[in-house]
């Protein structure tokens, strides 16, 4: 394990343990081993490792989407399926990064004061590679997206899924409830996706023909002087 992300490690448990305010350089670098100086040599101060460590839950965040997302397509699963997988994975991993933390909600708006540029790169980010993975599933399972949204309008209606749901749950919590309703809102907006062909139905068997044998035709009486 290199010194930088020895660093990462003791900085993540340190503002998980004391939050942002109260965390401070001398805490992080006794929980990573090092003499002060040794730290600053890596990082210029708290603010920096707060970026850092920002930056590396987004990227893992990241990984985990991307994996997610290609288990879910090799499997054969319908959009919905991927999409609310694959944000699953992603908010999980953003979620456990700060599990058991008594200071979640001073992290997250912390986050924007410090990091607002992060936030908005990565929020981008994001948004660019939902509407990537919607327009390859879309043209694979040759789907018709609702309302005849395109690809890019639609993804940014699954990440607005995101902000619904964190509305209602303050810190992203509990998680397990949050994680739930943004997965069902993702897939009530991909139920709407239907095949642009629909397959066409096999004629039915026709029955054998079958030749009726001729019905003998009744023998007429003949009558004598009209009478019978």
Same mark, same amino acid.
């Given at each position: 394990?290199?010194?930088?992300?020895?660093?990462?490690?003791?900085?993540?448990?340190?503002?998980?343990?004391?939050?942002?305010?109260?965390?401070?350089?001398?805490?992080?670098?006794?929980?990573?081993?090092?003499?002060?100086?040794?730290?600053?040599?890596?990082?210029?101060?708290?603010?920096?490792?707060?970026?850092?460590?920002?930056?590396?839950?987004?990227?893992? !965040?990241?990984?985990?989407?991307?994996? %997610?997302?290609?288990? $879910? &397509? *090799?499997?054969?699963? /319908?959009?919905?399926? #991927?999409?609310?997988?694959?944000?699953?994975?992603?908010?999980?991993?953003?979620?456990?990064?700060?599990?058991?933390?008594?200071?979640?909600?001073?992290?997250?708006?912390?986050?924007?004061?410090?990091?607002?540029?992060?936030?908005?790169?990565?929020?981008?980010?994001?948004?660019?590679?939902?509407?990537?993975?919607?327009?390859?599933?879309?043209?694979?399972?040759?789907?018709?997206?609702?309302?005849?949204?395109?690809?890019?309008?639609?993804?940014?209606?699954?990440?607005?899924?995101?902000? !619904?749901?964190?509305?209602?749950?303050? %810190?992203?919590?509990? $998680? &397990? *409830?949050?994680?739930? /309703?943004?997965?069902? #809102?993702?897939?009530?907006?991909?139920?709407?996706?239907?095949?642009?062909?629909?397959?066409?139905?096999?004629?039915?068997?026709?029955?054998?023909?079958?030749?009726?044998?001729?019905?003998?035709?009744?023998?007429?009486?003949?009558?004598?002087?009209?009478?019978?």
């Amino acid at each position: 394990m290199g010194p930088k992300t020895r660093i990462l490690d003791a900085t993540m448990l340190v503002f998980r343990r004391h939050g942002f305010r109260r965390s401070s350089i001398e805490q992080v670098a006794e929980a990573a081993g090092l003499t002060r100086q040794a730290l600053y040599h890596h990082f210029e101060s708290k603010e920096t490792l707060f970026r850092a460590v920002i930056e590396r839950v987004h990227e893992s !965040a990241i990984a985990a989407e991307d994996t %997610a997302i290609a288990e $879910a &397509e *090799a499997a054969g699963s /319908d959009l919905g399926d #991927i999409l609310a997988t694959g944000m699953t994975a992603r908010m999980s991993t953003m979620i456990g990064s700060l599990d058991g933390s008594p200071h979640l909600e001073e992290l997250y708006s912390e986050h924007l004061v410090h990091a607002r540029d992060l936030f908005q790169t990565y929020a981008a980010r994001y948004a660019e590679r939902m509407v990537t993975t919607v327009a390859r599933v879309v043209r694979k399972q040759q789907l018709a997206l609702p309302q005849d949204l395109t690809p890019a309008e639609f993804a940014r209606l699954v990440e607005m899924s995101i902000h !619904a749901a964190k509305s209602q749950y303050p %810190a992203m919590q509990p $998680a &397990e *409830a949050f994680l739930k /309703d943004m997965a069902i #809102i993702v897939r009530t907006l991909c139920a709407g996706a239907k095949p642009k062909f629909k397959s066409k139905s096999l004629p039915k068997p026709q029955k054998p023909y079958v030749k009726r044998a001729a019905i003998p035709k009744r023998p007429t009486r003949r009558t004598t002087g009209g009478h019978p």
